[in-house]
């Protein structure tokens, strides 16, 4: 089965500095990889996602790519905010209405 | 985007008995719910994907008779943990996908937390 794997598990960095989150797959049939948020005792938000027909996707401040061949993708955060602090998690799926299959994880703290 | 909610937010219950947990999609319909189940500092494991109107399929590793789920309308999934035990505490989550066929987005709840004493 699909195996996602994320790193870093913690990443701290000052405001407006970028952040970058990466992820690899196994998989190669995965073809949908969404971001998500998930605040302290909340569910995740969606935040972006990229199917596998497109290599690159911007929405304001963050950004994720993807490298099919390679099988990994990434999220990028620009100008980082203290409410950027939080959860990441990517997921990777084969086909619309099934389940995702997450990474571990990514703890971002953006300090003032 | 599309809203799913659950009920109750919290709940604290005694070793041994049952809690059920509602997850409802509010603003479109859901053939399929998936479960959730997220320790502390943890990724979310998969537990069950919930279909409208058929068995659940639980994952490798989930005791159907102890996790029922039943998905009797197209807004509305339940989960009853049965017998529950102190190990059973957990932050549950589940997810909803729109019907269309090519909708791979999944919107969540905001998660039970469930503390067994």
């Known amino acids: 089965g699909e195996n996602v794997e994320q790193h870093p598990s913690t990443l701290s960095v000052q405001e407006g500095d970028s952040a970058v989150i990466k992820c690899t797959y196994s998989d190669s049939a995965s073809n949908y990889f969404p971001w998500y948020k998930q605040e302290l005792g909340k569910g995740p938000q969606l935040i972006i996602d990229i199917r596998s027909n497109v290599g690159e996707k911007k929405d304001q401040r963050i950004a994720v790519t993807l490298n099919k061949t390679a099988k990994h993708f990434s999220l990028h955060i620009t100008e980082t905010q203290p409410e950027d602090s939080a959860v990441y998690f990517c997921a990777a799926s084969t086909q619309a209405g099934t389940a995702l299959i997450f990474g571990k994880g990514t703890t971002l703290s953006v300090s003032s | 985007g599309a809203v799913v909610s659950q009920h109750p937010s919290w709940v604290i219950c005694k070793s041994g008995t049952s809690v059920k947990i509602e997850c409802r999609s509010l603003d479109f319909q859901a053939t399929t719910m998936f479960w959730y189940r997220q320790f502390p500092k943890q990724s979310l494991m998969l537990m069950a994907t919930?279909?409208?109107?058929?068995?659940?399929?639980?994952e490798q590793g989930v005791e159907k008779d102890k996790f029922l789920i039943n998905h009797a309308s197209l807004t509305l999934s339940t989960l009853t943990v049965t017998s529950a035990h102190p190990e059973d505490s957990s932050f549950y989550i589940c997810?909803?996908?729109?019907?269309?066929?090519?909708?791979?987005?999944?919107?969540f709840g905001p998660g039970t937390r469930l503390t067994v004493t």
């Open positions: 997810s909803a996908s729109p019907p269309s066929g090519s909708s791979y987005e999944q919107y």
């Open positions: 919930s279909n409208e109107g058929s068995k659940a399929t639980y």
